[in-house]
């Protein structure tokens, strides 16, 4: 975003713009923080972290049973293996959510989330209605997020805490069969991977 | 990092309702590359223990509530909390923080020609 252009006329900047230059370039001067430390923090959040992380973790499953076998083994090191790696200290577990089962995560004491492959969690995650009503009455969150699920399928809902935190593996949705893992990764949502939805397949594919 | 994560972790991910970050499928959202450095910046210093993160937060949430209307955006309001914790922490005073806005708008400073 260069100012500079052959005519002398400066870029238009707007002014909380130029104001967070000049805070920056501030506290540079002052060594208090360093530019790279600024980007460090910004590409954390904005490239390492967030549901893509759980996505390609999901699609490498989908694509490699053996992957997948190891995943849902022990998930804190399989997802280690792609390099999501969380705060010390708390694992990651994964359930694949498969025809006869499906499996929901919830943290009712407060807002436990495997945060290394979903990111930020999102609001309603963290409200008291579905804190409590996700193990009281799953079946009819689920509804409310569009998933019904046959009486025949089993629910399971998991509550995460300190010391283990949930992600679920969605199932492969059907028409998919000749999608790569790439194409794949983009197919997988968040709220797939918390279990209040189903990911379905790309209306061309079916 | 691991430091990181874990602040991250417990901190930025349970933000209040009144300050949610804005979000698409839990990616955050920044509509300028302003916004971003504004939001790596508040993490940066909070990092460095320049604040806690919840003196941040509060500071944000007053902002927003100020604000009903939203005649101006979450990253204008953030931008504002953050300068003013910064000048109340005495890491920078106000003065100097108007002055260097004041040469970068009139273009008497411009890091771009380096």
């Known amino acids: 975003m260069s100012g500079h252009h052959d005519d002398g006329h400066t870029h238009e900047q707007s002014e909380p713009e130029i104001r967070t230059k000049a805070l920056e370039s501030l506290l540079v001067e002052k060594g208090i923080i360093s530019t790279d430390e600024i980007g460090e923090v910004t590409r954390l959040y904005e490239q390492d972290i967030g549901p893509m992380n759980g996505a390609k973790v999901v699609a490498k499953a989908w694509t490699d049973p053996e992957y997948k076998r190891r995943l849902l083994e022990e998930g804190t090191s399989a997802i280690a293996e792609l390099g999501y790696v969380g705060a010390q200290g708390s694992r990651i577990a994964v359930f694949e959510n498969t025809r006869d089962v499906h499996n929901l995560v919830v943290c009712t004491l407060c807002s436990c989330y495997p945060w290394p492959v979903l990111g930020l969690p999102p609001t309603w995650y963290k409200s008291d209605a579905y804190r409590a009503r996700a193990v009281i009455e799953p079946r009819s969150v689920l509804r409310e997020f569009g998933t019904e699920l046959d009486e025949a399928v089993e629910v399971r809902v998991w509550d995460s805490n300190s010391e283990v935190r949930y992600m679920i593996l969605p199932e492969r949705p059907e028409g998919t069969e000749g999608m790569s893992e790439e194409e794949l990764v983009g197919l997988v949502t968040r709220d797939a991977m918390i279990g209040v939805t189903k990911v379905t397949a790309p209306a061309s594919a079916v | 990092m691991a430091n990181m994560d874990k602040s991250a972790d417990r901190q930025i991910s349970n933000m209040p309702e009144e300050a949610e970050l ?81 040469e970068y708008a009139t273009g008497a400073r411009n890091d771009d020609d380096h």
Not at chain 2, 31 to 41: I, L, Q, V, Y
Request: proline share 4%; net charge negative; glycine share 4%.
């Open chain 2, 22 to 102: 804005p979000r698409d499928n839990g990616e955050l959202v920044f509509d300028a590359p302003w916004e971003s450095r504004a939001f790596g910046m508040a993490v940066a210093l909070n990092e460095s223990g320049k604040y806690e993160w919840a003196e941040f937060v509060n500071n944000l949430a007053d902002e927003i509530k100020s604000d009903p209307a939203e005649e101006r955006t979450y990253y204008e309001k953030w931008l504002h909390s953050l300068a003013d914790l910064a000048v109340e922490r005495g890491i920078i005073s106000e003065a100097e923080l108007d002055q260097r806005t004041h």
